[in-house]
Each structure stands twice: as structure tokens, then as C-alpha cells.
């Protein structure tokens, strides 16, 4: 009996031990045109005995380079995508810049920071003004559901600065009450929303009565 260890190693084994014969056989054809016929032939072959790799995109480029990197390199054919070299395996990818970002006021999301450096490069006028009051405002609602259940307006005027560079002038802002602000958010009693939808059930059922 003949056991896999006593065999070839198979380089890709997903495809099983018959594909990889075909892609050894493909290197002894000596007539070029033929061995490029074969080679498609088996391209395609692959791919129907696969049907999961058509999901990946580009996947005759991937099946190409399976092919290559099965005949340990030495496939010798006309390939309509560039072909892969054994240190390419290797090669580490590129190193990634992340964009330094500043982690000052995290709860307030780096939209709303990109939206005060906005409004630091517009001109005066009551568009900058409302922009402005508004932005504090949602700074405002936004400290007051992932903080605390109160907060000085001075606080929100004094980050609203420090993100601003303190280049937005800020005399104008007029901040809503707190009441205001949260009560279409669900702030508050998170259970509020559900004690009244029972009552209201509640009040229904028993004027049907």
C-alpha cells in the first residue's frame, strides 16, 4: 500500500494530489504551443472543481499564481498576468501609516473635530455663527450622554477653544438646557421610554373595559 508520506509533497493541497500530477506533466510537454493549450485547459479545470475561489475577486490572476507556485516555478507558458517569483511568497507588505490623530476629547468622534477646524477657515457671518452654535450644542448633547448627567456650559466653551486652537470666537454661543437637548435622544432613565409605552397600554386597556 502506498501512504502520503511516501509520496510527493503536494505544494498546495487544497487542489489535491491529481491536479498537482497535472501540473507536473504540464512541465514535460516539450511543444510550447501545446504546453499553453494544456495550461489553459487546466486553468479552467481548476476553477470548475473550485467554484468557491470565483467569489475572490480577480480569480484567474490567483489561479495563475496557484499554478506557478505548484510547478515550483519552472512552468514555462505564455501567462496574461504578470508571473509571481518565489521571493515574492516572502516580501513583507508595505508598512501602513496610520494618521496620527490626537486622542484629546475621544468622545466627541474626529467628524466633529474635522467640523471645528471647518468652521475656523470660514469667514464671519451668521452661517459661521449658527455652524458654530450648533456644533456647540451637539458637543453638549454628546457630553452629557456618555458623561455625566450634568456639565458647566463653561466646559463645553473651553473644549470647543482647545479644539478650535482657540481661533473660534465663541462670545455668541448660546447652549440649550440640558432638558432640551437629551429629551428626543432617550437620555436620561434608559427605562423611561418603556414605563411610559406601558402605561399608555395600560390607559387602553382599561377604557375598552
Known amino acids: 500500500m502506498e501512504y502520503n508520506t511516501s509520496r510527493p509533497r503536494m505544494i498546495i493541497p487544497e487542489y489535491g494530489r491529481n491536479v498537482q500530477k497535472m501540473v507536473d506533466h504540464l512541465s514535460t510537454i516539450e511543444d ?68 496620527a490623530r490626537s486622542h484629546a476629547y475621544r468622545h466627541y468622534g474626529n467628524i466633529l473635530k474635522g467640523m471645528v477646524k471647518h468652521c475656523v477657515g470660514l469667514e464671519d457671518g451668521e452661517y459661521k455663527e449658527r455652524l458654530v452654535n450648533a456644533i456647540a450644542n451637539h458637543m453638549k448633547k454628546t457630553y452629557l450622554l456618555w458623561n455625566k448627567d450634568t456639565v458647566d456650559d463653561e466646559v463645553i466653551l473651553k473644549q470647543m477653544r482647545d ?23 432617550g437620555g436620561g432613565n434608559p427605562n423611561k421610554r418603556g414605563s411610559n409605552y406601558k402605561n399608555r397600554k395600560r390607559k387602553k386597556y382599561k377604557s375598552n373595559k
Request: proline letters at 9%; glycine letters at 4%; a negative charge.
Open 163 to 185: 479644539l478650535s486652537d482657540g481661533q473660534l470666537d465663541l462670545s455668541g454661543v448660546s447652549l440649550s438646557d440640558k432638558q432640551d437637548l437629551v429629551k428626543n435622544t
Open 32 to 99: 510550447r504551443t501545446e504546453r499553453n493549450q494544456q495550461t489553459q485547459n487546466l486553468i479552467e479545470i481548476i476553477g470548475n472543481l473550485n467554484p468557491q475561489i470565483r467569489d475572490v475577486p480577480d480569480f484567474k490572476h490567483k489561479l495563475w499564481d496557484h499554478l506557478f507556485i505548484m510547478s515550483d516555478f519552472k512552468l514555462d507558458v505564455d501567462s496574461p498576468f504578470p508571473v509571481p517569483t518565489p521571493e515574492s511568497l516572502t516580501e513583507r507588505p508595505e508598512h501602513v501609516e496610520y494618521p
